[in-house]
């Protein structure tokens, strides 16, 4: 993925051509699972009539059965729920994030960009020594002296993510910075504001979007990751992370408790990566095929 | 080279320089009194000699400027301070763990690099057969799975099921390389995975790029065997981004240890970490923090040595 980041221009690549692309089920079948997720998200209550947190010990590690479609964990709590309870985590915190770091990222990038000198110099050294630096340690040092609870872990992921969305904006505003439109605001006496705005934005939209498809996977990843480690949203949130840390003690009387929202965590991922591919080769053809 | 050397040792500098700052100023992040976070919460009540007794230890009592001074000296001289818990030396502590991570790490990154490389020359040079999508759909499987859904399953599959293999925990080298090695493979593999389908999907679409080139036909051409044009231009050629993303590698295993870590029980740098943080001993999380931040710099400037050092390009630029 990171090499489509690259984009060179090779002879090798598929010839650009008017005629309809074939990037439709590559597209809609992520998004297809992506709005399953969200669903579940919304609908948890709907999915399942059991308490995500409700304990029975008369059920413990139970297999899949039609009181409990995808069985039981360790403390007889109903997993179907507690997956869809999760989805609302996972699905709040990536996209709360993401918006923190789309919002703030696309500020930083497009201004650094646009009007260059040293805002430009101080802001992209900030974003690069950021982004010098894996997300998780950054995330549990900032975590160890805020505290784990929800709100902390969205602002943390969304400060971790902020710089990767301020370099795209950057080299984006750099490539339209002097063209005609951008020049014509200016020309007709648009303030600098308008002319981002309404010239400079539209056209840096397309990988931003890209990077936020992306964006959400990494992030659902993180929150997964600090909630295995014990330190994203305090128990008994039934974070999927949380939920395959702790049935992981428990593999030896059942795989299952770990498995299920592995798969799903995987699945969701992998949708949102293959989502951000699909979308990045629908709008710049002269990446098609490549890596 | 020089310049562009110096002023990459110039940014590495100030970027350590920088996060030693922040680890420094962390502390007062704290809500509340720091002592009294340290010494249980607002809920505990310490007597005024512990809070005195914590103060003096984290240098609270003193003004900050002057403990910033100290601090920094202290890190010049390689001092990390004490524990809040063992009152041990953090340092000491620090290069145990520290060797036990990388005796976790390099390994994955020689399996990452290894087997990544192997399969990337292999999918690029079976392009339009069925194996080239086949080893770049493992790949994306191998991106999409995280560690902390590998690490479970390879525990069940191999320690639980099949009972090859320990589910986790460390012997020393000195003590029996044979169980050393029963220790390493599972988290060494686990670790290696995502990386790996990186360096596979990297070397494929830049081998790609290099093969319809015009030195690859005059190499070729001149009688040099094909696992020569490979290695003697094409793979020299094709490592540049490769390179670039085994710097970002170096940095994801770290990054990816932490959680291996904990899954497997490896008693590195980052399960000491995590024990500091659950139970608040500050002076070894800002050492340990302090510490990966310097791997990570000094990795990323290595990286742009390398990069000086395979394309001439930068080095007369």
């Given at each position: 993925m990171r090499s489509l980041t690259l984009g060179y221009a090779t002879d090798n690549a598929a010839p650009i051509t008017v005629r309809r692309r074939r990037w439709d089920a590559r597209l809609l079948v992520p998004a297809l699972v992506v709005v399953v997720v969200v669903v579940v998200a919304l609908a948890a209550p709907l999915v399942s009539r059991y308490d995500p947190d409700e304990i029975n010990p008369a059920v413990r590690v139970a297999l899949p059965s039609r009181t409990h479609p995808l069985g039981t964990d360790e403390y007889g709590r109903d997993i179907t729920s507690r997956l869809a309870y999760g989805a609302r985590i996972s699905m709040s915190v990536s996209l709360a994030s993401v918006v923190i770091a789309l919002t703030g990222g696309t500020l930083v990038g497009m201004s650094s960009g646009y009007f260059g000198g040293s805002l430009e110099l101080v802001l992209m050294r900030l974003v690069d020594g950021l982004l010098s630096f894996p997300p998780i340690l950054l995330a549990l040092f900032v975590i160890t002296f805020l505290g784990p609870s929800l709100v902390n872990v969205i602002l943390v992921i969304g400060l971790l993510y902020t710089p990767r969305f301020a370099r795209i904006a950057h080299g984006a505003t750099l490539a339209v910075r002097e063209t005609e439109y951008v020049m014509a605001a200016k020309a007709i006496g648009a303030t600098h504001t308008r002319t981002l705005w309404r010239a400079v934005l539209p056209n840096i939209a397309a990988p931003l979007f890209v990077q936020t498809s992306l964006g959400l996977g990494q992030a659902i990843l993180l929150e997964a990751g600090l909630s295995f480690l014990g330190l994203g949203a305090p128990p008994p949130a039934p974070s999927w992370g949380r939920m395959i840390e702790q049935s992981s003690r428990f593999m030896s009387l059942s795989p299952w408790p770990v498995l299920w929202p592995s798969a799903v965590v995987s699945t969701t991922v992998l949708a949102l990566n293959l989502l951000g591919d699909a979308m990045r080769d629908a709008l710049d053809p002269r990446l098609r095929g490549r890596a | 080279?020089?310049?562009?050397?110096?002023?990459?040792?110039?940014?590495?500098?100030?970027?350590?320089?920088?996060?030693?700052?922040?680890?420094?100023?962390?502390?007062?992040?704290?809500?509340?009194?720091?002592?009294?976070?340290?010494?249980?919460?607002?809920?505990?009540?310490?007597?005024?000699?512990?809070?005195?007794?914590?103060?003096?230890?984290?240098?609270?009592?003193?003004?900050?400027?002057?403990?910033?001074?100290?601090?920094?000296?202290?890190?010049?001289?390689?001092?990390?301070?004490?524990?809040?818990?063992?009152?041990?030396?953090?340092?000491?502590?620090?290069?145990?763990?520290?060797?036990?991570?990388?005796?976790?790490?390099?390994?994955?990154?020689?399996?990452?690099?290894?087997?990544?490389?192997?399969?990337?020359?292999?999918?690029?040079?079976?392009?339009?057969?069925?194996?080239?999508?086949?080893?770049?759909?493992?790949?994306?499987?191998?991106?999409?799975?995280?560690?902390?859904?590998?690490?479970?399953?390879?525990?069940?599959?191999?320690?639980?099921?099949?009972?090859?293999?320990?589910?986790?925990?460390?012997?020393?080298?000195?003590?029996?390389?044979?169980?050393?090695?029963?220790?390493?493979?599972?988290?060494?593999?686990?670790?290696?995975?995502?990386?790996?389908?990186?360096?596979?999907?990297?070397?494929?679409?830049?081998?790609?790029?290099?093969?319809?080139?015009?030195?690859?036909?005059?190499?070729?051409?001149?009688?040099?065997?094909?696992?020569?044009?490979?290695?003697?231009?094409?793979?020299?050629?094709?490592?540049?981004?490769?390179?670039?993303?085994?710097?970002?590698?170096?940095?994801?295993?770290?990054?990816?240890?932490?959680?291996?870590?904990?899954?497997?029980?490896?008693?590195?740098?980052?399960?000491?970490?995590?024990?500091?943080?659950?139970?608040?001993?500050?002076?070894?999380?800002?050492?340990?923090?302090?510490?990966a931040s310097a791997i990570f710099v000094s990795v990323n400037f290595l990286t742009d040595v390398g990069y000086a050092v395979l394309d001439p390009r930068i080095r007369y630029g």
């Open positions: - | 080279m020089r310049t562009y050397l110096a002023r990459r040792l110039v940014i590495a500098g100030a970027l350590l320089w920088v996060v030693a700052s922040v680890v420094f100023f962390s502390i007062y992040l704290l809500p509340g009194d720091p002592a009294h976070t340290i010494l249980g919460g607002m809920d505990a009540n310490p007597t005024p000699e512990q809070l005195r007794a914590v103060r003096q230890k984290l240098g609270l009592d003193r003004p900050i400027a002057v403990r910033y001074l100290d601090w920094l000296g202290a890190l010049a001289r390689g001092d990390l301070g004490r524990s809040l818990i063992t009152d041990r030396p953090v340092a000491a502590d620090l290069a145990t763990r520290l060797l036990r991570t990388l005796q976790l790490i390099v390994p994955a990154i020689a399996i990452a690099t290894v087997a990544g490389i192997v399969a990337g020359v292999f999918a690029a040079r079976r392009r339009g057969t069925i194996l080239d999508p086949l080893a770049s759909g493992a790949t994306l499987l191998g991106f999409s799975i995280p560690v902390f859904v590998a690490g479970p399953i390879l525990v069940y599959v191999f320690a639980l099921w099949l009972r090859v293999l320990p589910s986790g925990g460390y012997t020393n080298l000195h003590e029996g390389p044979g169980r050393f090695l029963a220790h390493l493979v599972l988290p060494a593999v686990t670790l290696a995975a995502a990386p790996l389908a990186t360096t596979m999907r990297m070397t494929r679409s830049a081998l790609l790029e290099q093969l319809p080139q015009d030195y690859v036909r005059t190499a070729r051409s001149k009688g040099l065997g094909e696992g020569g044009v490979l290695r003697r231009h094409v793979l020299r050629n094709a490592y540049l981004p490769v390179l670039t993303i085994l710097g970002l590698q170096v940095g994801a295993m770290f990054a990816g240890s932490v959680i291996v870590e904990a899954i497997f029980n490896w008693p590195g740098m980052n399960t000491y970490l995590l024990q500091a943080i659950g139970v608040r001993d500050y002076p070894v999380i800002q050492a340990v923090v302090l510490v």
